[in-house]
């Protein structure tokens, strides 16, 4: 069975960095980029960053830019999320998705807020 699942969200204050890991298994995982998305309720789901298949290449959405990384280890089937310098627009739930050959997969998410 397909799974990805994401740990790591909490409460964290502006300014503060929190690492989300997004835990793949059931499918061979350096076939698929992976991305990141977020969602805060009331609004439309919004794309974070993305990872090729072997790593060699990632880009962030300009909001986080400069602030967050996605690093993915193949040999662990994991990929991450590093956030730092954390806003308040940073909160919502950030879930992880795997994209490849014609497939796509999502996690459940992990909630992230950031507040004094």
């Known amino acids: 069975q397909v799974q990805l699942v994401e740990s790591g969200g909490g409460l964290v204050q502006p300014g503060g960095s929190l690492r989300l890991s997004c835990a793949a298994s059931?499918?061979?995982?350096?076939?698929?980029?992976m991305n990141w998305f977020r969602q805060t309720p009331g609004k439309a789901r919004e794309f974070v960053a993305a990872?090729?298949?072997?790593?060699?290449?990632?880009i962030t959405a300009d909001s986080v830019k400069g602030r967050f990384a996605i690093p993915r280890d193949n040999a662990n089937n994991t990929v991450d999320l590093q956030m730092n310098s954390l806003r308040p627009g940073d909160t919502g739930v950030y879930c992880c998705r795997a994209v490849g050959g014609g497939r796509n997969y999502w996690g459940q998410g992990t909630r992230v807020t950031v507040a004094s």
């Open positions: 990872i090729t298949r072997g790593g060699a290449d990632s």
């Open positions: 059931g499918f061979t995982f350096s076939s698929y980029a």
